[in-house]
């Protein structure tokens, strides 16, 4: 049965030699367990029959392996049919009484829609399920268009949206660009992160943010507020904040998307001091509908520079139409 393939998959990715499956990945090579961790019941699944189904899934894998976190489906996207017609609330809310580990939520939109959500989880339940954002990328001029391009204009949505999700990654535990890959002569979907031909590769500006996030995580999620409030648009400005306790040190993100250059006052409360130079990582395109390409692939790409500081208070000027990581000793 298909319920008792995923307690196979299950065994076979973690059982010992002594178990069945186990003893078929010994055998093929790999002795130690793959510590799987996740499972993901169906992708984008949606409507009754899929909850009937799921709880049966969920209660076989329950029973036998209570350690695997499992990722549940709430559709393609909130916006489209079936789900505009309350079929994502119903799988939500489905899912929510069934006190479900993950659900997993798949966002195909405009940019604007991205800049506008930047607050999206701000509001969701602390003592509820955690979300995995697994499918998600800004399509311009619209989703599911064989026009759409990896512009800044998307890249730049994205990293607005994103500094929501960071902020509030005690609700968001993972999160997916999507899709990966493509060949420039061959592909079935796009936007995607990165294109290729037969001989060359370039990174678009999508992927120069999903790295930036990447690489600048920290460890704990701080505050960063704008009159009491988290920067989730005002004047044109997103931000998310964390400090990383292995390096101490403080990583800003900061998103303006306007087209004008920004001058802002920052202070940095609750260390004794900072370091006397911050390291900078800018992106920035020219226009909000530049591309990288095969022959231009570096058109957005980072840029790292040096800011010096004299205290717990500076000001920090922002380009236009940029994505700006600020890394900060402190103590």
């Known amino acids: 049965s298909y319920v008792q393939d995923a307690l196979d998959l299950v065994e076979f990715a973690n059982g010992d030699s002594t178990t069945r499956w186990g003893r078929e990945r010994v055998k093929m090579g790999h002795p130690d367990p793959f510590n799987l961790k996740y499972l ?29 976190q499992l990722i549940n489906s709430t559709g393609t996207d909130p916006a489209f049919a079936p789900f505009s017609d309350n079929g994502f609330a119903y799988l939500d809310s489905s899912l929510r009484q069934m006190k479900v580990d993950i659900i997993d939520e798949h966002f195909y939109r405009k940019p604007e829609w991205f800049f506008q959500s930047a607050s999206r989880y701000d509001t969701y339940d602390r003592n509820g399920p955690k979300i995995f954002a697994g499918e998600y990328a800004a399509h311009s001029p619209r989703p599911a268009n064989e026009r759409n391009r990896n512009t800044w204009h998307s890249a730049l949505a994205e990293a607005a949206f994103m500094t929501g999700m960071e902020r509030n990654a005690d609700v968001v535990t993972m999160a997916s660009y999507a899709p990966l890959f493509a060949h420039v002569d061959a592909w079935q979907w796009t936007p995607d992160m990165v294109w290729i031909d037969n001989l060359k590769t370039y990174s678009t500006p999508n992927y120069y943010v999903q790295k930036l996030f990447s690489v600048n995580k920290g460890t704990d999620v701080v505050p960063v507020m704008l009159e009491g409030k988290p920067l989730t648009g005002q004047d044109s400005l997103y931000a998310s904040a964390t400090i990383d306790k292995g390096t101490n040190e403080i990583i800003l993100k900061l998103v303006n998307a306007s087209g004008k250059p920004l001058t802002k006052d920052i202070a940095i409360n609750g260390v004794k001091k900072l370091g006397t130079t911050a390291n900078l990582t800018v992106l920035e395109g020219k226009n909000i509908d530049v591309v990288n390409t095969l022959t231009e692939p570096d058109n957005v790409s980072p840029k790292e520079s040096k800011l010096r500081l004299s205290g717990k208070k500076f000001s920090l000027s922002l380009a236009p139409y940029s994505f700006t990581v600020l890394r900060v000793k402190f103590s």
């Open 40 to 68: 993901g019941i169906g992708n984008e699944n949606w409507g009754p029959q899929y909850i009937e189904r799921l709880k049966i899934f969920t209660k076989a894998i329950k029973e036998k392996y209570p350690e695997i």
